[in-house]
Protein backbone atom coordinates (compact mmCIF):
# COMPACT_ATOMS: atom_id res chain seq x y z
CA UNK A 1 0.00 0.00 0.00
CA UNK A 2 1.45 3.30 -0.89
CA UNK A 3 2.02 5.98 1.44
CA UNK A 4 -0.36 9.28 0.95
CA UNK A 5 1.31 11.27 -1.01
CA UNK A 6 0.36 14.46 1.40
CA UNK A 7 3.22 13.26 3.87
CA UNK A 8 5.82 14.25 1.38
CA UNK A 9 3.92 17.27 0.49
CA UNK A 10 3.70 19.08 3.63
CA UNK A 11 7.26 17.80 4.95
CA UNK A 12 8.48 19.89 2.08
CA UNK A 13 6.74 22.96 3.41
CA UNK A 14 7.57 22.08 6.88
CA UNK A 15 11.09 21.08 6.76
CA UNK A 16 12.46 22.20 3.56
CA UNK A 17 14.26 20.23 1.53
CA UNK A 18 14.18 16.83 1.43
CA UNK A 19 15.70 13.54 3.05
CA UNK A 20 14.52 15.30 6.70
CA UNK A 21 11.76 13.09 8.37
CA UNK A 22 8.93 14.34 9.30
CA UNK A 23 7.90 13.53 12.54
CA UNK A 24 4.35 14.50 14.66
CA UNK A 25 6.36 16.33 17.10
CA UNK A 26 7.68 18.52 14.20
CA UNK A 27 4.59 19.38 12.73
CA UNK A 28 3.40 20.10 16.15
CA UNK A 29 6.40 22.92 16.27
CA UNK A 30 5.30 23.73 12.39
CA UNK A 31 1.84 24.79 13.75
CA UNK A 32 2.46 26.58 17.00
CA UNK A 33 5.18 28.64 15.26
CA UNK A 34 2.35 29.78 12.12
CA UNK A 35 -0.28 29.37 15.02
CA UNK A 36 1.99 32.41 16.24
CA UNK A 37 2.10 34.35 12.83
CA UNK A 38 -1.27 34.08 12.45
CA UNK A 39 -2.18 35.55 15.86
CA UNK A 40 0.39 38.41 15.18
CA UNK A 41 -1.03 39.03 11.60
CA UNK A 42 -4.64 39.02 12.64
CA UNK A 43 -4.27 40.99 15.82
CA UNK A 44 -2.74 43.92 13.29
CA UNK A 45 -4.60 43.52 9.90
CA UNK A 46 -8.12 42.15 10.83
CA UNK A 47 -10.68 44.88 12.73
CA UNK A 48 -12.83 41.77 14.18
CA UNK A 49 -9.98 39.53 15.73
CA UNK A 50 -8.62 43.25 16.87
CA UNK A 51 -11.32 43.27 18.65
CA UNK A 52 -11.98 39.70 19.50
CA UNK A 53 -8.66 39.04 20.93
CA UNK A 54 -8.13 41.98 22.71
CA UNK A 55 -5.86 41.74 25.83
CA UNK A 56 -4.36 38.23 24.22
CA UNK A 57 -1.07 38.22 22.73
CA UNK A 58 0.95 34.92 20.48
CA UNK A 59 2.58 34.77 23.80
CA UNK A 60 -0.12 33.15 25.30
CA UNK A 61 0.89 29.92 23.25
CA UNK A 62 3.04 27.86 24.33
CA UNK A 63 1.39 24.26 22.93
CA UNK A 64 -0.80 24.07 19.86
CA UNK A 65 -3.50 22.59 22.72
CA UNK A 66 -3.12 26.42 24.41
CA UNK A 67 -5.20 27.26 20.83
CA UNK A 68 -8.31 26.22 23.46
CA UNK A 69 -8.26 29.40 25.13
CA UNK A 70 -8.80 31.59 21.97
CA UNK A 71 -12.64 32.18 21.30
CA UNK A 72 -14.05 30.54 18.49
CA UNK A 73 -15.58 31.94 15.14
CA UNK A 74 -18.64 31.09 13.86
CA UNK A 75 -20.70 31.26 10.88
CA UNK A 76 -22.96 34.25 12.24
CA UNK A 77 -19.81 35.93 12.59
CA UNK A 78 -19.25 35.95 9.24
CA UNK A 79 -22.63 37.15 8.30
CA UNK A 80 -23.17 39.75 10.15
CA UNK A 81 -19.10 40.94 10.45
CA UNK A 82 -18.11 39.61 7.02
CA UNK A 83 -15.74 42.79 5.63
CA UNK A 84 -14.14 42.69 8.99
CA UNK A 85 -12.49 39.73 8.82
CA UNK A 86 -10.48 41.32 5.61
CA UNK A 87 -6.76 41.85 6.20
CA UNK A 88 -5.95 42.73 2.94
CA UNK A 89 -6.81 45.96 0.52
CA UNK A 90 -9.77 45.14 -2.00
CA UNK A 91 -7.53 45.04 -4.41
CA UNK A 92 -5.23 41.78 -3.19
CA UNK A 93 -8.81 40.18 -3.85
CA UNK A 94 -8.81 37.74 -6.72
CA UNK A 95 -12.21 35.93 -5.63
CA UNK A 96 -15.18 36.56 -3.60
CA UNK A 97 -17.60 33.35 -2.77
CA UNK A 98 -20.75 34.36 -1.74
CA UNK A 99 -22.63 31.57 0.63
CA UNK A 100 -26.08 31.35 1.28
CA UNK A 101 -28.89 28.79 1.76
CA UNK A 102 -31.46 29.21 -1.39
CA UNK A 103 -35.34 30.01 -0.29
CA UNK A 104 -34.17 31.44 3.24
CA UNK A 105 -34.01 34.73 4.85
CA UNK A 106 -30.02 34.15 6.52
CA UNK A 107 -27.82 36.60 5.39
CA UNK A 108 -24.95 35.77 2.97
CA UNK A 109 -21.24 34.54 4.13
CA UNK A 110 -18.61 36.20 1.65
CA UNK A 111 -15.35 34.54 1.71
CA UNK A 112 -12.32 36.70 0.17
CA UNK A 113 -9.31 34.72 -1.37
CA UNK A 114 -5.91 36.60 -2.63
CA UNK A 115 -4.14 35.35 -5.14
CA UNK A 116 -1.66 33.60 -2.44
CA UNK A 117 -4.82 31.75 -0.72
CA UNK A 118 -6.15 30.39 -3.93
CA UNK A 119 -2.40 29.30 -4.74
CA UNK A 120 -2.66 27.26 -1.84
CA UNK A 121 -5.67 25.43 -2.96
CA UNK A 122 -3.91 24.93 -6.18
CA UNK A 123 -1.26 23.26 -4.39
CA UNK A 124 -3.11 21.10 -2.22
CA UNK A 125 -5.02 19.60 -5.08
CA UNK A 126 -2.18 18.91 -7.29
CA UNK A 127 -0.66 17.06 -4.53
CA UNK A 128 -3.91 15.57 -3.34
CA UNK A 129 -5.27 14.11 -6.62
CA UNK A 130 -1.88 12.23 -6.96
CA UNK A 131 -3.00 10.14 -4.27
CA UNK A 132 -5.08 8.15 -7.40
CA UNK A 133 -4.68 9.47 -10.79
CA UNK A 134 -1.22 9.26 -12.70
CA UNK A 135 0.25 11.42 -15.59
CA UNK A 136 -1.36 10.95 -19.02
CA UNK A 137 -4.75 10.31 -17.57
CA UNK A 138 -7.91 12.40 -18.11
CA UNK A 139 -10.12 13.84 -15.07
CA UNK A 140 -13.78 15.04 -16.11
CA UNK A 141 -14.87 17.53 -13.56
CA UNK A 142 -18.26 17.26 -12.44
CA UNK A 143 -18.05 20.46 -10.46
CA UNK A 144 -18.54 24.19 -10.95
CA UNK A 145 -15.60 25.86 -12.95
CA UNK A 146 -16.94 28.58 -15.79
CA UNK A 147 -15.59 31.12 -13.50
CA UNK A 148 -12.02 31.69 -12.68
CA UNK A 149 -11.19 30.52 -9.19
CA UNK A 150 -14.17 28.11 -8.90
CA UNK A 151 -13.44 24.75 -7.59
CA UNK A 152 -13.49 23.23 -11.12
CA UNK A 153 -11.03 25.81 -12.25
CA UNK A 154 -8.40 25.68 -9.75
CA UNK A 155 -8.67 21.51 -10.16
CA UNK A 156 -8.40 21.56 -13.59
CA UNK A 157 -4.74 23.87 -12.75
CA UNK A 158 -3.87 21.37 -10.10
CA UNK A 159 -3.95 18.48 -12.69
CA UNK A 160 -1.90 20.00 -15.54
CA UNK A 161 0.91 20.37 -12.88
CA UNK A 162 0.84 17.03 -12.20
CA UNK A 163 0.43 15.92 -15.95
CA UNK A 164 -3.20 15.16 -16.02
CA UNK A 165 -5.54 16.95 -18.25
CA UNK A 166 -8.30 18.02 -16.30
CA UNK A 167 -11.56 18.27 -18.54
CA UNK A 168 -14.11 20.41 -16.57
CA UNK A 169 -17.87 19.34 -16.96
CA UNK A 170 -19.93 21.47 -14.95
CA UNK A 171 -22.76 20.03 -12.61
CA UNK A 172 -24.61 17.30 -14.58
CA UNK A 173 -27.93 18.20 -16.60
CA UNK A 174 -28.01 15.69 -18.57
CA UNK A 175 -27.02 12.31 -17.47
CA UNK A 176 -26.96 10.48 -20.42
CA UNK A 177 -24.55 13.13 -22.53
CA UNK A 178 -22.54 12.91 -19.49
CA UNK A 179 -21.91 9.21 -20.01
CA UNK A 180 -21.22 9.77 -23.68
CA UNK A 181 -18.46 12.33 -22.99
CA UNK A 182 -16.71 9.88 -20.57
CA UNK A 183 -16.73 7.18 -23.48
CA UNK A 184 -16.12 9.49 -26.21
CA UNK A 185 -13.10 11.86 -24.12
CA UNK A 186 -11.86 8.29 -22.48
CA UNK A 187 -12.45 9.33 -18.89
CA UNK A 188 -10.24 7.25 -16.24
CA UNK A 189 -11.35 9.45 -13.17
CA UNK A 190 -14.66 11.52 -12.34
CA UNK A 191 -14.77 13.94 -9.17
CA UNK A 192 -18.04 14.92 -8.46
CA UNK A 193 -21.08 15.16 -6.06
CA UNK A 194 -22.28 12.31 -4.26
CA UNK A 195 -25.46 11.88 -5.49
CA UNK A 196 -24.40 13.20 -8.99
CA UNK A 197 -22.15 10.15 -9.25
CA UNK A 198 -24.90 7.56 -8.41
CA UNK A 199 -27.20 8.90 -10.64
CA UNK A 200 -24.97 8.40 -13.50
CA UNK A 201 -24.24 4.49 -12.36
CA UNK A 202 -27.78 3.86 -12.17
CA UNK A 203 -28.60 5.54 -15.44
CA UNK A 204 -30.48 3.20 -17.96
CA UNK A 205 -27.15 4.02 -20.09
CA UNK A 206 -24.59 3.24 -17.52
CA UNK A 207 -24.13 -0.06 -18.74
CA UNK A 208 -22.70 1.45 -22.18
CA UNK A 209 -19.54 2.51 -19.46
CA UNK A 210 -17.09 -0.60 -19.34
CA UNK A 211 -15.78 -2.23 -16.15
CA UNK A 212 -12.65 -0.48 -15.90
CA UNK A 213 -13.02 2.65 -17.73
CA UNK A 214 -13.68 4.52 -14.76
CA UNK A 215 -10.51 3.43 -12.48
CA UNK A 216 -11.27 5.97 -9.59
CA UNK A 217 -13.84 8.90 -8.10
CA UNK A 218 -13.50 11.24 -6.09
CA UNK A 219 -16.36 12.65 -4.08
CA UNK A 220 -16.40 15.89 -2.36
CA UNK A 221 -18.82 18.90 -1.50
CA UNK A 222 -21.52 16.61 0.33
CA UNK A 223 -21.50 13.54 3.14
CA UNK A 224 -20.20 10.21 1.32
CA UNK A 225 -21.94 7.45 2.74
CA UNK A 226 -20.82 4.16 2.16
CA UNK A 227 -23.95 2.74 0.66
CA UNK A 228 -23.01 4.76 -2.30
CA UNK A 229 -19.45 4.47 -2.25
CA UNK A 230 -20.53 0.63 -2.27
CA UNK A 231 -22.64 0.63 -5.10
CA UNK A 232 -20.08 2.86 -7.02
CA UNK A 233 -17.36 0.01 -6.79
CA UNK A 234 -19.79 -2.60 -7.83
CA UNK A 235 -20.51 -1.24 -10.66
CA UNK A 236 -17.63 0.50 -12.32
CA UNK A 237 -15.33 -2.27 -10.40
CA UNK A 238 -13.44 1.46 -9.74
CA UNK A 239 -11.53 2.66 -5.96
CA UNK A 240 -13.55 5.56 -4.36
CA UNK A 241 -11.89 8.53 -2.26
CA UNK A 242 -13.92 10.79 -0.27
CA UNK A 243 -12.33 14.32 0.39
CA UNK A 244 -13.59 16.29 3.21
CA UNK A 245 -13.08 20.34 2.69
CA UNK A 246 -15.51 23.51 2.93
CA UNK A 247 -15.15 27.37 0.95
CA UNK A 248 -14.27 28.92 4.32
CA UNK A 249 -11.13 26.34 4.44
CA UNK A 250 -9.88 27.45 1.40
CA UNK A 251 -12.06 24.38 -0.67
CA UNK A 252 -9.74 21.82 0.54
CA UNK A 253 -9.26 19.98 3.74
CA UNK A 254 -7.92 16.24 3.36
CA UNK A 255 -8.68 13.75 1.16
CA UNK A 256 -8.32 9.82 1.99
CA UNK A 257 -5.61 7.26 0.83
CA UNK A 258 -5.93 3.97 -0.35
CA UNK A 259 -6.40 2.26 3.03
CA UNK A 260 -10.06 3.97 3.19
CA UNK A 261 -9.51 4.63 6.48
CA UNK A 262 -10.20 8.45 7.30
CA UNK A 263 -9.23 11.70 5.44
CA UNK A 264 -5.46 12.71 5.80
CA UNK A 265 -5.71 16.76 6.24
CA UNK A 266 -3.58 19.18 5.06
CA UNK A 267 -1.76 19.96 8.18
CA UNK A 268 0.56 22.57 7.17
CA UNK A 269 -2.24 25.01 5.77
CA UNK A 270 -4.68 23.62 8.48
CA UNK A 271 -4.67 23.45 12.80
CA UNK A 272 -7.88 21.32 12.90
CA UNK A 273 -9.78 20.24 16.35
CA UNK A 274 -12.62 18.21 17.52
CA UNK A 275 -14.82 19.97 20.42
CA UNK A 276 -17.78 19.24 22.42
CA UNK A 277 -20.50 21.00 20.57
CA UNK A 278 -22.23 22.39 23.75
CA UNK A 279 -19.18 23.09 25.71
CA UNK A 280 -16.64 23.93 23.16
CA UNK A 281 -14.04 22.31 25.50
CA UNK A 282 -11.47 19.86 23.20
CA UNK A 283 -12.17 16.48 22.77
CA UNK A 284 -9.32 13.53 22.69
CA UNK A 285 -8.68 10.84 19.40
CA UNK A 286 -11.50 8.88 19.11
CA UNK A 287 -14.28 10.73 20.37
CA UNK A 288 -16.83 12.42 18.15
CA UNK A 289 -17.34 16.27 18.12
CA UNK A 290 -17.70 19.33 15.75
CA UNK A 291 -14.75 19.92 13.45
CA UNK A 292 -12.99 23.36 14.07
CA UNK A 293 -10.37 24.62 12.45
CA UNK A 294 -7.94 27.43 12.04
CA UNK A 295 -6.15 28.99 8.70
CA UNK A 296 -2.07 28.70 9.21
CA UNK A 297 -1.45 30.16 6.07
CA UNK A 298 -4.25 32.80 4.43
CA UNK A 299 -3.42 36.37 3.62
CA UNK A 300 -7.21 37.94 2.65
CA UNK A 301 -9.29 36.47 5.12
CA UNK A 302 -7.49 34.08 8.17
CA UNK A 303 -10.05 32.38 10.12
CA UNK A 304 -8.91 31.66 13.92
CA UNK A 305 -10.81 28.49 15.47
CA UNK A 306 -14.01 28.39 12.73
CA UNK A 307 -16.87 26.28 13.95
CA UNK A 308 -18.14 24.02 10.93
CA UNK A 309 -20.97 22.41 12.58
CA UNK A 310 -19.60 19.17 10.96
CA UNK A 311 -19.03 15.79 13.40
CA UNK A 312 -16.54 13.29 12.84
CA UNK A 313 -13.18 12.43 15.22
CA UNK A 314 -9.54 11.55 14.79
CA UNK A 315 -9.23 8.27 14.61
CA UNK A 316 -6.75 6.75 17.04
CA UNK A 317 -3.64 5.15 16.08
CA UNK A 318 -1.78 4.87 13.21
CA UNK A 319 -3.17 5.11 9.39
CA UNK A 320 -2.16 1.53 7.76
CA UNK A 321 -0.36 3.48 4.85
CA UNK A 322 2.45 4.56 6.98
CA UNK A 323 1.88 8.43 7.54
CA UNK A 324 2.43 9.98 10.51
CA UNK A 325 -0.10 12.27 9.55
CA UNK A 326 -3.82 12.09 11.07
CA UNK A 327 -6.66 10.93 9.98
CA UNK A 328 -10.16 12.36 10.45
CA UNK A 329 -13.25 9.95 10.46
CA UNK A 330 -15.74 10.91 7.45
CA UNK A 331 -18.11 13.43 8.05
CA UNK A 332 -21.59 12.12 9.78
CA UNK A 333 -23.45 15.22 9.20
CA UNK A 334 -23.60 18.33 10.99
CA UNK A 335 -24.78 19.75 14.66
CA UNK A 336 -27.80 21.64 13.83
CA UNK A 337 -29.02 19.56 10.98
CA UNK A 338 -29.76 16.33 13.34
CA UNK A 339 -33.39 15.77 14.54
CA UNK A 340 -34.58 14.35 17.81
CA UNK A 341 -37.35 12.45 17.45
CA UNK A 342 -40.82 12.24 19.83
CA UNK A 343 -39.03 9.24 20.84
CA UNK A 344 -35.66 10.63 21.88
CA UNK A 345 -33.65 9.39 19.51
CA UNK A 346 -31.69 11.29 17.12
CA UNK A 347 -32.23 11.36 13.61
CA UNK A 348 -29.73 12.78 10.60
CA UNK A 349 -29.94 12.92 6.44
CA UNK A 350 -26.64 10.38 6.80
CA UNK A 351 -29.21 7.54 8.44
CA UNK A 352 -31.57 8.03 5.25
CA UNK A 353 -28.46 7.68 3.12
CA UNK A 354 -26.89 4.65 4.47
CA UNK A 355 -30.39 2.63 3.98
CA UNK A 356 -31.97 4.09 0.90
CA UNK A 357 -29.00 4.26 -1.21
CA UNK A 358 -28.70 0.30 -0.69
CA UNK A 359 -31.88 0.51 -2.60
CA UNK A 360 -31.58 0.03 -6.70
CA UNK A 361 -32.58 2.57 -8.76
CA UNK A 362 -32.67 5.37 -6.17
CA UNK A 363 -30.36 8.41 -6.91
CA UNK A 364 -31.87 11.07 -4.82
CA UNK A 365 -34.48 11.85 -2.30
CA UNK A 366 -36.29 14.76 0.33
CA UNK A 367 -37.07 13.77 3.38
CA UNK A 368 -39.54 15.59 5.52
CA UNK A 369 -40.48 15.30 9.28
CA UNK A 370 -43.86 17.05 10.49
CA UNK A 371 -44.44 17.74 14.02
CA UNK A 372 -48.09 16.33 14.39
CA UNK A 373 -49.73 16.82 18.04
CA UNK A 374 -48.18 13.74 19.72
CA UNK A 375 -46.68 12.55 16.62
CA UNK A 376 -43.77 12.53 14.19
CA UNK A 377 -44.89 12.20 10.47
CA UNK A 378 -42.12 10.84 7.82
CA UNK A 379 -42.89 11.65 4.40
CA UNK A 380 -40.10 10.49 2.08
CA UNK A 381 -40.02 11.65 -1.96
CA UNK A 382 -37.87 9.75 -4.14
CA UNK A 383 -36.02 10.60 -7.11
CA UNK A 384 -35.62 7.53 -8.95
CA UNK A 385 -33.11 7.23 -11.91
CA UNK A 386 -35.38 4.91 -14.10
CA UNK A 387 -38.24 3.43 -12.72
CA UNK A 388 -37.25 0.28 -14.09
CA UNK A 389 -36.24 -1.97 -11.19
CA UNK A 390 -37.52 0.38 -9.12
CA UNK A 391 -38.35 -1.27 -5.58
CA UNK A 392 -42.20 -1.53 -4.47
CA UNK A 393 -42.91 1.26 -1.91
CA UNK A 394 -43.27 -1.27 0.94
CA UNK A 395 -39.44 -2.30 0.69
CA UNK A 396 -38.55 1.17 0.81
CA UNK A 397 -40.68 1.71 3.81
CA UNK A 398 -39.22 -1.86 5.41
CA UNK A 399 -35.78 -0.67 4.40
CA UNK A 400 -36.62 2.79 6.25
CA UNK A 401 -37.41 0.60 9.55
CA UNK A 402 -34.05 -0.40 9.77
CA UNK A 403 -32.70 2.86 10.60
CA UNK A 404 -32.73 2.57 14.66
CA UNK A 405 -34.08 5.63 15.39
CA UNK A 406 -36.97 5.30 13.11
CA UNK A 407 -37.27 1.43 14.30
CA UNK A 408 -37.66 2.68 17.93
CA UNK A 409 -39.96 6.02 17.19
CA UNK A 410 -42.64 3.67 15.28
CA UNK A 411 -42.74 0.84 17.62
CA UNK A 412 -43.80 3.20 19.93
CA UNK A 413 -46.05 4.38 17.77
CA UNK A 414 -44.55 8.13 18.35
CA UNK A 415 -44.01 8.86 14.47
CA UNK A 416 -45.94 7.35 11.48
CA UNK A 417 -44.48 6.67 8.08
CA UNK A 418 -46.12 8.02 5.38
CA UNK A 419 -46.63 6.85 1.96
CA UNK A 420 -43.99 6.85 -0.68
CA UNK A 421 -43.78 9.73 -3.23
CA UNK A 422 -41.94 9.46 -6.45
CA UNK A 423 -41.33 12.44 -8.37
CA UNK A 424 -40.34 12.98 -11.67
CA UNK A 425 -38.62 16.45 -11.05
CA UNK A 426 -34.86 16.83 -11.81
CA UNK A 427 -32.92 15.05 -9.55
CA UNK A 428 -29.94 17.77 -9.97
CA UNK A 429 -28.29 18.33 -6.70
CA UNK A 430 -25.69 21.21 -6.85
CA UNK A 431 -23.25 21.07 -4.00
CA UNK A 432 -24.21 24.67 -2.74
CA UNK A 433 -25.86 23.50 0.31
CA UNK A 434 -25.65 20.24 2.32
CA UNK A 435 -28.96 17.59 1.70
CA UNK A 436 -30.99 18.17 5.63
CA UNK A 437 -34.38 16.79 6.95
CA UNK A 438 -37.06 19.15 6.36
CA UNK A 439 -38.84 19.62 9.67
CA UNK A 440 -41.92 21.44 10.05
CA UNK A 441 -44.95 21.80 12.08
CA UNK A 442 -48.75 20.94 11.56
CA UNK A 443 -49.26 24.53 11.51
CA UNK A 444 -47.92 24.90 8.37
Request: proline share 6%.
Amino acid sequence: MRKTPLESWISRKILGLPGRELTREGILRYQLEKLKTVIDYVLDKSPYYREQLRGMSSNDLQHVNDISVLPMTTVADLQHKGPQFLCVSQSEVERVVTLQFPGTAESPRRIYFSGNDLELTIDFFHHGMTTFVQPGQKVLILMPGDRPGSVGDLLAKALCRAGVQGVVHGIVQDPALTIRNILDWKIDCLVGIPTQVLALARHEKADEIPSGRIKTVLLSADYVPSSLVKELRRVWQCKVFGHYGTTEMGFGGGVECEAFAGYHLREADLLFEIVDPISGLPLPDGQPGEIVFTTLSRTAMPLVRYRTGDLSKFLPGPCPCGTVLKQLEKVRGKVNEMVQLRSGDWLGITDFDEALFTLPVIVNYVACLTRAHDVDRLELVIYPGSYKNLPEPERILETLTSVPAISHATETRQMILEPIHLSTENWITTGVTKRAIVLKHEKE
